[in-house]
C-alpha cells in the first residue's frame, strides 16, 4: 500500500549517555518532521543512562508533549536490538525510524527517506555513506578503516543488495520491521546487517538514500573491539546459514 496522508512515522531513538544531544536531535527531528507536515511520536528508549538522560527526556516531554514524545526506558543497558524491540512494541505508526541519537544522523534526510517510499513504495529506505554523495565526518583511519572493511567483506560474502550494510539510519514498515525482528538472532551492531539480509530473503524492496554521517559532538563512541569481534562472528554466522 503506498503512503499516504494517513501515515504516521514512529521514530526510535535509543539512548545511553546522551544527556547533552538529546535536547538537539529531538529539536532537529520535529523541526524536519513539522516542516513536512508529517505525522510523527518520537520513542526514547534509554537503557538506564547514569548520566541523567532520561531526566532530560522527561524534560523533553513537558516541552513538546507526551503525543509526541513518548518515554518507554529500561532498567540496565539490554542492547541495540533488543532497544528496537522494546520501542516497537509501543509504536502507534505504520512506519518506524530508527537512528541514532547522538546527531551523527541529521534529520533533514528524514524527508528524503519519506518521499523515496512514497515514489517507489518500499519496504525499507536505508541511509547509505558510501554510495553517490553519502560520506563520513570526523572519524580517524581506524574507524574507517573498520567499518569500510565491514562492509567490503559483507559484500563479498553476502551480496546484501545495498552499499551500506552496517548502518543504523533506516524506515521500515511496521509490519516488516517486526518480521524481520522476530527472525534477526543478532544483537548489537551484527542486529543492522542481519536485517538487510534477512529482508533480502523475504523479498522486500529496499531503497538507499545518501546520508553524511558525523562522528558523534558529545560523548564517547560505543564501538569497541568487542563489537568487532562480534561483527566478525555474525558475518561468519550469516555466510553459514544465508
Not at 522494546?86 to 518521499?115: E, R, W, Y
Not at 524481520?180 to 542481519?194: A, P, W
Request: overall charge positive.
Amino acid at each position: 500500500m503506498t503512503s499516504n496522508a494517513n501515515d504516521k512515522y514512529s521514530i526510535l531513538l535509543p539512548t545511553y549517555n546522551e544527556k547533552e544531544n538529546l535536547p538537539i536531535i529531538v529539536w532537529l527531528i520535529t523541526k524536519y518532521m513539522d516542516e513536512g507536515k508529517y505525522n510523527y511520536e518520537i520513542i526514547i528508549i534509554d537503557d538506564g543512562s547514569p548520566d541523567g538522560t532520561l531526566d532530560v527526556a522527561k524534560e523533553l516531554q513537558e516541552i513538546y508533549g507526551a503525543s509526541k514524545i513518548v518515554l518507554k526506558p529500561r532498567a540496565s543497558k539490554l542492547g541495540l536490538g533488543t532497544a528496537y524491540i522494546h520501542g516497537m512494541k509501543h509504536a502507534t505508526g505504520n512506519f518506524v525510524i530508527i537512528m541514532d541519537a547522538d546527531l551523527s544522523h541529521h534529520p533533514k534526510f528524514i524527508p528524503k527517506f519519506i518521499t523515496l517510499q512514497q515514489e517507489k513504495n518500499l519496504d525499507i529506505v536505508t541511509g547509505t555513506r558510501y554510495s553517490g554523495n553519502g560520506g563520513v565526518y570526523g572519524w580517524d583511519f581506524y574507524r574507517k578503516l573498520v567499518s569500510r572493511g565491514a562492509n567490503f567483506l559483507t559484500q563479498i560474502l553476502l551480496w546484501p543488495g545495498v552499499s551500506d550494510l552496517t548502518g543504523s539510519f533506516r524506515l521500515y514498515r511496521k509490519d516488516v520491521l517486526e518480521k524481520l525482528v522476530s527472525n534477526c538472532v543478532s544483537k548489537g551492531y551484527v542486529f543492522q546487517m542481519e536485517m538487510v539480509i534477512r529482508a533480502r530473503q523475504f523479498n522486500y524492496t529496499i531503497g538507499e538514500v545518501p546520508i553524511s554521517f558525523v562522528d558523534r559532538v558529545y560523548g564517547q563512541s560505543k564501538l569497541g573491539g568487542s563489537e568487532i569481534v562480534q561483527f566478525a562472528k555474525g558475518l561468519l554466522y550469516l555466510f553459514a546459514t544465508t
